[in-house]
């Protein structure tokens, strides 16, 4: 256990007004040092929250419960001086929208500064400016002596990015959280901010959490993987059993609504209807209604995550799906 930097057990997320609806159940997951662990699922089914809860990020109204333990120390109810200690120097997240995320009205070299100051009282600002200027040629932002004064507004959105990057390595945290980093990014930039990352991770032995919908980012990056649908963990696998052995339908959908290259004249799949809301979970499985494998227990019965081969799945017909056909490659 030593090895495991982030432990989360029976995580439940509910917001005031909900009337006892959660909008996150049950999920559990862990993260090991120098591991890259990929959590995935539609827009709203838990993933951003989940983390933002670990980190201490969710508004007031948040009701989070449950356990989530930093190498060995409970995050979930922790002080605010407890968790603003560790997030940003043991813990570090990198936003979906860097813009956003930075601060429009200081320099790139002060908001990095900062970063490294405000968790290492005794650098000075000569020393930690200095810091930063190392970091920004670790993220390879060229001509980082003339950019270190410039400001967001003047760096595209691939810069912006790896600013981002800089300041969340800028402590050497052990874990990162990287919440669709590369959503908002072309093809050709966000390879290189991928690269940036596992290389990175690779030199620090620093953990990985990778938010993303983008299922070919998981193949390329991840070890492993958590699927989400609807506030709950549905499957979690290695990453080649995830693509090559899918466990449950909706796993199996989000794989075939990728565009496939051996029949690129072919209309892409999708999966049918909308994901529930925490309001409207329907009785039984929450996926089917969606779920062309449907039957009448998945409609009466809510399934537990139980283990199928090497995967484990929340599908009351897990083990006796059909055979998949195999539709990307995995990196």
Do not use: W
Not at 48 to 63: K, N, Q, T
């Amino acid at each position: 256990m030593s090895d495991i930097l982030l432990d989360v057990r029976g995580l439940d997320i509910a917001f005031f007004g909900m009337a006892g609806q959660r909008s996150v159940r049950d999920v559990s997951l862990t993260i090991a040092r120098g591991e890259t662990v990929s959590i995935v699922g539609e827009s709203g089914s838990g993933k951003s929250v989940s983390m933002r809860a670990i980190m201490g990020l969710l508004p007031d109204s948040a009701y989070v419960s449950g356990s989530a333990k930093f190498l060995g120390q409970e995050l979930i109810g922790a002080s605010t001086a407890t968790l603003r200690s560790l997030t940003g120097s043991r813990i570090a997240m990198i936003f979906q929208d860097p813009l956003t995320a930075l601060n429009p009205l200081l320099s790139i070299g002060d908001q990095i500064s900062e970063a490294i100051r405000i968790h290492n009282r005794d650098v000075s600002r000569r020393e930690a400016r200095e810091r930063a200027l190392q970091l920004l040629r670790d993220v390879a932002i060229p001509f980082p002596e003339k950019r270190l004064d410039q400001y967001p507004h003047e760096f595209s959105g691939g810069m912006r990015q790896r600013v981002v990057i800089a300041i969340a390595i800028a402590n050497k945290p052990d874990l990162i959280i990287a919440d669709e980093p590369t959503t908002a990014l072309d093809v050709t930039v966000q390879a290189e901010v991928l690269d940036l990352l596992r290389r990175l991770c690779r030199q620090n032995g620093t953990g990985l959490a990778l938010i993303t919908h983008d299922l070919g980012v998981v193949a390329g990056m991840a070890e492993r993987v958590y699927v989400m649908y609807a506030g709950s963990i549905v499957e979690a696998a290695l990453v080649d059993d995830i693509f090559e052995r899918p466990a449950h339908p909706y796993t199996r959908g989000l794989l075939r609504s990728l565009p496939k290259m051996k029949d690129q004249a072919k209309r892409l799949e999708d999966i049918g209807g909308t994901p529930p809301t925490a309001a409207s979970l329907p009785t039984g499985c929450a996926f089917h209604p969606r779920c062309s494998f449907a039957t009448d227990v998945c409609r009466k019965e809510t399934p537990r995550l139980n283990s199928y081969g090497r995967s484990i799945a929340a599908c009351h017909l897990g083990g006796s799906l059909p055979a998949f056909e195999k539709e990307i490659e995995t990196a």
